[in-house]
T-cell receptor, first 112, second 113 residues
Framework: AQSVAQPEDQVNVAEGNPLTVKCTYS??????LFWYVQYPNRGLQFLLK??????LVKGSYGFEAEFNKSQTSFHLKKPSALVSDSALYFC??????????FGAGTRLTVKP | EAQVTQNPRYLITVTGKKLTVTCSQN?????MSWYRQDPGLGLRQIYY???????DKGDVPEGYKVSRKEKRNFPLILESPSPNQTSLYFC????????????FGPGTRLTVL
């Protein structure tokens, strides 16, 4: 069975600094990898995905993620964090049979 | 506007009183799914549906039922709710192909006393 791990419950960064939210996965076959963001009292919003091709994918709000097959990782990054980026971030993996698994989530706090 | 809607958004009920949470999408998506979100556990899939009249269990289906009589609707039914079903519930939809992202509803916060 596939699985997703987000090793950090909480990530704190200062505004203007780069941020990284980590994600590792386990799946048989080719993975489809996703990042979602959840703001307070809202549903999840799609940020970006990796399907195939270039290992660096760019998404909404200046976020990007790097797919690393050898390390089975898909870390979310942003060069310069904003206070408004503070939210709960979920990594997810979906296989070709539509089995979808989410990580436990990482709470990102960006301090002014 | 493309969206997934859920009703009600908030519900407080008592043990054993049957309830239904509705979910509807206007994007003609084949795939629909229900999740529950609990602190420290992320989102866990309850049931999903690949198309009309096709449903299957997710990771935590016990105590829940679903139906998919129409493409746009995917209600979640709790026949006899219990306090351990107190949670935040999300409905989501996507096109059939598994390389597509899901669109999420706003969530339903359920409290079972």
């Amino acid at each position: 069975a596939q699985s997703v791990a987000q090793p950090e419950d909480q990530v704190n960064v200062a505004e203007g600094n780069p941020l990284t939210v980590k994600c590792t996965y386990s799946v048989s076959g080719n993975p489809y990898l996703f990042w979602y963001v959840q703001y307070p009292n809202r549903g999840l919003q799609f940020l970006l995905k990796y399907i195939t091709g270039d290992n660096l994918v760019k998404g909404s709000y200046g976020f990007e993620a790097e797919f690393n097959k050898s390390q089975t990782s898909f870390h979310l990054k942003k060069p310069s964090a904003l206070v408004s980026d503070s939210a709960l971030y979920f990594c997810a993996v979906r296989d070709q049979y539509n089995d979808m698994r989410f990580g436990a989530g990482t709470r990102l706090t960006v301090k002014p | 506007e493309a969206q997934v809607t859920q009703n009600p958004r908030y519900l407080i009920t008592v043990t054993g009183k049957k309830l239904t949470v509705t979910c509807s999408q206007n994007m003609n998506h084949e795939y629909m799914s229900w999740y529950r979100q609990d602190p420290g556990l992320g989102l866990r899939q309850i049931y999903y549906s690949m198309n009309v009249e096709v449903t299957d269990k997710g990771d935590v289906p016990e105590g829940y039922k679903v139906s998919r009589k129409e493409k746009r609707n995917f209600p979640l039914i709790l026949e006899s709710p219990s306090p351990n079903q107190t949670s935040l519930y999300f409905c989501a939809s996507s096109p059939w192909d598994s390389n597509n992202e899901q669109f999420f509803g706003p969530g339903t916060r359920l409290t079972v006393l």
